[in-house]
């Protein structure tokens, strides 16, 4: 419908235009031919006039000449004057009638000054010359006088009727120009007439033919866009938004669908008629968004919280169009309870805070196990900041103390179980060791193909270290620095079940130190407590890394060798230690000296587990000191009482 209107327009417009510039150009040609001719009228009239003075000029100056002759004395100035004035404007105005002044002059004009009869120009420059003539005479002029008469006659003679010739030629053409005037006027309302007949024929005929379809396709249009509108208005009754129409004179609603109802929880009864002001929570979002209107005049899925009819208030997506209805400026607007979508976007803050301020490091990874985000934690615990690590893989981290196998399980057990959790060793920024707890969760689509890790794990290195101090604190000997009764219990048992095992041969060797009290009492305790550690130092010398050495308390050691065959390999340690604790002690309190007695039980021959195998070494050492001290003695060769 709307291009058919165009089409009618368009083709009426270019009709109509070119009538207009028809009859425009018509117009236009008629009035420069129009404003010539009375131009050449006007410049007609004028030079008629002119011909009439000329006769009017002639007879006064030859009326001035005559009266010089009867003239007082005292008039003779003025009339001389007057005759001289006269000449001159006869002279000017004759060459303004030769050259035609304005417009040229009619045809025949120049044969009246130049051709006989008549030769106006020779007989007017002739009265010129005699006129001037007379002005030059001195004293009064005799009546005789020839330029005199020349004067008179030319006054009544052929000069006069020269001019009375020129007078009617000049008339003649005036005349002339008026029918050609009327004429033009007449063609040219002729032609305008034509015009308008040929218009009426070739645009108003198709114009009513036109516009009677025009209605016709209205009416059809009409129609449709009725149709088009109720199902319009049915649209915005089931849309899924809340749609409402405002009037934008005092803001009460016309409209309003029931989706716009069933989230305020009203009905539409009582939600028509009301002001859309009233449905705002507080003043200050309607004047914000009022303000936006007026500037933008339009407002585009701006939050706005309302309020429902029970007063709880609720969070919306709002946008609004200025458009007509009914022939009024409304408002139509639309909106969207989010309320579950912001509370789901600050339980997302809420997340995010936690992993903000959360002391564990938290890592998300892609399914390549690129990095897409760490929180704050995860810096303070790698010194990495989040710009250095993203889309990093995360095995820059390690510390090398894993070996493959290693993390080849961890990531068979995420593949299998969607989840891997343990301790694990990895290296700051600055190169330094630390342990971790690591938690590992795959996290799969609907598909369950994996889209992301999540890895989460904290910094246990201090409280390994607490543990590696109290573990050592309960299994060492604070003093030396070796192993406890306890750790070496633990270590016997082992070595017992080891070579049960494997069917291999261990000895166990007690030591006691001969002398150390006469050091306590002679140096002091503190250079005692020197000694100890002196002999630790010297006990260590002859152990392998295999063996273990032990302070069971005060001056009593204890020694497990590993994988021995017989008795060769315990007496040649034993003899050993025997020669390093004879020598000297330096102490600051002065030189000390100590010797050692030693008992050895070898398993399985003395004794098959544990405590047996110290009671049978603890008795050969005290058979040694029995014996004189500072020797060794296997527990086999103990007489049968012991």
């Not at 709307?2 to 368009?10: A, F, H, N, P, V």
């Not at 997506?317 to 409304?330: C, G």
């Not at 002091?524 to 550690?533: E, F, I, P, T």
């Amino acid at each position: 419908m709307s291009d058919l209107g165009e089409r009618i327009t368009r083709e009426l417009t270019i009709r109509y235009i070119a009538v207009l510039v028809v009859l425009g150009a018509l117009a236009l040609i008629s009035f420069l031919a129009l404003a010539r001719m009375i131009s050449d009228a006007e410049g007609s009239a004028e030079l008629v006039n002119l011909a009439g003075r000329q006769r009017m000029l002639v007879q006064r100056a030859a009326f001035a000449a005559n009266r010089l002759v009867i003239a007082e004395e005292v008039d003779r100035p003025a009339i001389l004057h007057l005759l001289a004035e006269t000449l001159d404007q006869l002279e000017e105005r004759h060459g303004r009638l030769m050259r035609g002044d304005k417009t040229p002059p009619p045809p025949g004009i120049l044969e009246v000054y130049t051709a006989p009869p008549w030769n106006l120009d020779q007989d007017l420059r002739a009265f010129l010359a005699r006129g001037r003539a007379v002005l030059a005479l001195e004293g009064r002029p005799s009546p005789s006088a020839p330029d005199l008469a020349v004067l008179s006659a030319a006054a009544g003679g052929s000069l006069m009727r020269s001019l009375e010739e020129v007078t009617v030629r000049f008339q003649r053409g005036s005349e002339r120009q008026m029918d050609e005037l009327m004429t033009l006027q007449g063609v040219t309302v002729a032609i305008g007439v034509g015009l308008l007949i040929l218009s009426a024929v070739g645009v108003f005929r198709p114009m009513v033919e036109s516009l009677g379809a025009d209605i016709a396709e209205r009416s059809a249009a009409a129609a449709r866009l009725k149709e088009s509108e109720e199902r319009l208005w049915r649209i915005l009754e089931e849309s899924p938004m809340g749609v409402s129409v405002s009037r934008r004179s005092d803001g009460r609603v016309v409209f309003v669908n029931s989706r716009f109802t069933d989230i305020l929880g009203m009905s539409k009864e009582e939600f028509l008629g009301s002001k859309a002001r009233e449905h705002y929570v507080d003043d200050a979002q309607r004047q914000v968004v009022l303000a936006i209107l007026r500037r933008d005049g339009h407002l585009d899925d701006a939050e706005v919280e309302f309020r429902r009819k029970n007063g709880s208030p609720f969070w919306s997506l709002l946008t609004i169009r200025s458009a007509d209805f009914e022939d009024e400026k409304v408002n139509l607007a639309w909106i969207y309870d989010i309320t579950e979508r912001k509370a789901a976007e600050q339980q997302v803050l809420l997340a995010s805070k936690v992993l903000d301020t959360v002391t564990e490091a938290v890592v998300i990874t892609d399914s390549d196990n690129r990095i897409i985000f760490v929180n704050p934690a995860f810096t303070t615990i790698t010194e990495y900041a989040k710009e250095e690590v993203l889309g990093q893989n995360p095995s820059f981290l390690r510390s090398g103390r894993h070996d493959p196998e290693f993390y080849a399980h961890l990531w068979w057990t995420i593949a299998e179980k969607g989840h891997w959790e343990g301790e694990i060793w990895n290296r700051r920024k600055s190169g330094a060791f630390y342990a971790e707890w690591l938690s590992i969760n795959a996290l799969r689509d609907g598909s369950g193909a994996i889209t992301h890790f999540v890895a989460v794990f904290s910094d246990i290195t201090h409280r390994k270290e607490d543990e590696e101090r109290i573990w050592r604190q309960a299994n060492y000997d604070a003093l030396t620095g070796l192993p406890n009764r306890s750790l070496f219990l633990d270590r016997l048992n082992q070595a017992v079940r080891q070579s049960r095992r494997e069917k291999k041969r261990f000895a166990l060797m007690f030591l006691d130190l001969d002398g150390f009290k006469a050091v306590n009492d002679t140096l002091g305790h503190a250079a005692g407590d020197v000694l100890l550690q002196q002999t630790a130092n010297r006990l260590s010398q002859c152990m392998r890394a295999t063996d273990t050495l032990a302070r069971l308390a005060g001056d009593e050691f204890v020694v497990i060798l590993e994988g021995v065959h017989g008795r060769d390999d315990p007496a040649l340690v034993a003899g050993k230690i025997l020669s390093l604790l004879g020598k000297p002690y330096e102490l600051e309190a002065g030189t000390a000296r100590v010797q050692g007695s030693i008992g050895i039980a070898l398993y399985p021959n003395d004794a098959e587990d544990g405590p047996a195998l110290i009671r049978r070494a603890d008795a050969a050492m005290y058979a040694v000191k029995r014996g004189g001290k500072n020797n060794f003695l296997f527990a086999a060769d103990l007489p049968p009482e012991a």
